[in-house]
């Protein structure tokens, strides 16, 4: 029996042609990069150390990573370090907020926030340093004032705040709503960046 009939006779005809269907269509499977250990199949997240005056910033991007991980499910993830092969931590270094931009009479009309972060992954037994993203930085602008808000942007129409909901608000409530939202972003940006560096060890 030659191995495609084998192949067959295995996995059912319905099966069958749906696999040959994947493979000729050139169809990969996503997952990790031929540099990514062989050996590694289970993670734990230590929590991220917070070297910034931001209270709770470290415990927000632990948060974010692990949820990636979740979601993605390439590596299996552990709550106890002694259950992992491997292990992730981070510090965060520094999260700062400057002025992007001002109008004719110096109000601020942008804010620019930069999250800086230290990754490390290591092979828990025996104790060694897989890979080390140094620096990952990203940057979020925001709104300072209404005057900046463009409600016909796609950033603005994929959000939950509304035209409406900026007209009634505040300047000052805007920024405040506007800084929360950049930091989820910021948070969720920065865990899609570590999980897609991690897999593809770069």
């Given at each position: 029996m030659d191995q495609r009939r084998f192949l067959a006779f295995l996995v059912g005809p319905c099966t069958y042609l749906a696999l040959l269907g994947l493979l000729g269509c050139g169809y990969q499977f996503a997952g990790r990069s031929d540099r990514f250990p062989k050996d590694i199949h289970s993670v734990y997240v230590e929590p991220f150390l917070n070297r910034t005056r931001d209270v709770g910033l470290g415990d927000e991007i632990t948060t974010a990573v692990r949820g990636e991980l979740y979601r993605r499910a390439e590596l299996q993830l552990v709550d106890q370090a002694d259950q992992?092969?491997?292990?992730?931590?981070?510090?965060?270094?520094?999260?700062?907020?400057?002025?992007?931009?001002?109008?004719?009479?110096?109000?601020v009309l942008q804010f620019e926030a930069t999250l800086l972060v230290d990754t490390t992954f290591r092979r828990r037994e025996p104790s060694e340093i897989l890979w080390r993203g140094q620096g990952i930085r990203l940057t979020e602008i925001y709104a300072g004032q209404r005057a900046a808000v463009v409600t016909t942007s796609t950033q603005f129409q994929n959000q939950t705040l509304s035209t409406s909901n900026v007209r009634n608000l505040t300047d000052i409530q805007l920024t405040e709503t506007e800084s929360r939202r950049m930091r989820e972003n910021l948070m969720e940006r920065f865990a899609r960046e570590l999980h897609q560096r991690l897999m593809e060890m770069f």
């Open positions: 992992a092969d491997a292990i992730l931590s981070g510090v965060v270094r520094s999260f700062d907020t400057l002025t992007a931009s001002v109008n004719q009479y110096a109000e």
